[in-house]
């Protein structure tokens, strides 16, 4: 492909490359060497569901893959089983080797509804990591200084605050870095909040005399409130398993202002074409319109285009006309009474209580039509009782 045709694509939608102008030149170096660039990604076998705020980064790695280059998809076992620093005052709870297996099969079902698996490499990190000797360790550890490790945001805020940081956390993102001298990585791919562990892999290469990488950092996606990266905990999310009627209704519920922002890092379809639609927003076309195309746009990626249409048809249907969706899944209460809190988590409407609390205190949920407003409420259960939580998700209580 061509280098400038490469450059565009890769380029789209980045919000930070490191250093400025590394990108063509690690390009060239390649081409001169006659090979593909090696590109790395870094997931956390904690998560292993994916929504759309992952795919932005998984995404680019297929941009990368289009035009030519190779693709290592690493899994972070080995860091995942000794906890993964938050960021915060605690670490997260380290996982078992059996829990990181099952979310590694789950990843790979889910990535290869974006990445092409005959240009993808999966590799773990206890493949190298698990092996190092205490002495090989120490080497790691004199590769970097303590203050170099203060410059991350959250390490030096903590430590002005007086709050403890643990050996393990240093340790934990000299292992990120450690992996691409292993991998002997080109570039680097992560969201904006992983710069620092990009840049220490960059460093460590350096210091192993390897070629360092380029760093490339995607921007976080908001979620469907417009203002939180999208996040399952959050219940801001679309996830790429979701039903298309499911994935339409959500799309359709995001503020106009982020419309541009979900074409460029969740479609294919052109930059020129974006940008039309965006002066024909300012120019008075209404933004539903090309919200409609968006929605298509997202299903279509992860489902065949007739049933993104399918989705278009029930959502003008079901809420433009405001009539209940052809289908409603049933759910079976064992019990005649349940307190609807508890109802909405038992049956899936809601991740969490506290997602169930906040969903009545929006006044998102209806009971046959009717409003609920107590959280505390205690429903009497009727068969064909209609439950509506928010603008897409439809229950038919059978007792």
């Known amino acids: 492909m061509d280098f400038k045709d490469q450059i565009n694509i890769i380029e789209r939608g980045v919000s930070e490359i490191v250093p ?7 390009l060239k170096k390649v081409s001169e060497e006659k090979r593909p660039l090696i590109v790395k990604l870094g997931a956390d076998p904690s998560a292993p569901d994916i929504h759309l705020g992952h795919t932005v980064v998984l995404r680019k790695l297929r941009d990368f893959q289009r035009c030519g280059h190779k ?3 690493l899994i ?7 906890g993964d620093p ?3 005052s605690k670490t997260r709870k380290p996982l ?3 829990e990181v297996e099952l979310n590694a099969k789950t990843y790979e079902k889910q990535i290869f509804k974006i990445l092409d698996p005959d240009k993808t490499e999966i590799v773990f990190n206890s493949s190298w990591n698990a092996p190092m000797r205490f002495e090989d360790v120490l080497k790691l550890t004199s590769k970097y200084t303590v203050a170099q490790m203060l410059e991350r945001d959250d390490f030096s805020k903590r430590y002005h605050a007086g709050d403890g940081i643990t050996i393990t956390e240093f340790l934990y993102s000299l292992i990120q870095g450690y992996d691409s001298v292993v991998l002997k990585a080109d570039v680097e791919v992560g ?7 990009l840049l220490v892999g960059r460093s460590l290469q350096r210091e192993y005399e390897i070629d360092p990488q380029i760093c490339l950092m995607m921007p976080l996606l908001e979620g469907l409130d417009g203002v939180n990266k999208m996040s399952k905990s959050l219940g801001n999310y679309i996830g790429i398993d979701e039903p298309p009627n499911e994935m339409f209704g959500k799309v359709m519920s995001i503020s106009d202002e982020m419309i541009i922002k979900y074409f460029t890092l969740l479609t294919d379809v052109p930059s020129k074409d974006i940008q039309k639609m965006e002066e024909d927003m300012k120019g008075g076309t209404n933004p539903r319109d090309i919200k409609v195309k968006l929605a298509k746009e997202i299903i279509k990626t992860y489902y065949p285009e007739e049933m993104a249409h399918q989705a278009e048809e029930e959502f003008n249907r079901v809420f433009a006309k405001k009539e209940l969706p052809d289908e409603i899944p049933e759910y079976h209460v064992g019990e005649k009474e349940v307190w609807v809190i508890k109802l909405l988590t038992d049956s899936g409407l809601s991740t969490s209580n506290s997602e169930a609390r906040r969903l009545i205190q929006g006044g998102g949920l209806y009971i046959d039509n009717e409003r609920v407003q107590d959280d505390k409420l205690v429903i009497e259960c009727r068969n064909g009782m209609i439950i509506k939580a928010g603008k897409r998700k439809f229950l038919k209580l059978k007792v």
């Open 96 to 98: 078992s080797r059996e």
């Open 191 to 197: 969201g904006t909040d992983q710069k620092f562990n």
């Open 86 to 88: 938050t960021g915060k």
């Open 71 to 73: 693709i290592f998809f």
């Open 20 to 26: 400025d102008g590394g990108l063509a030149a690690k």
């Open 76 to 82: 972070g076992d080995f860091t995942g089983m000794i």
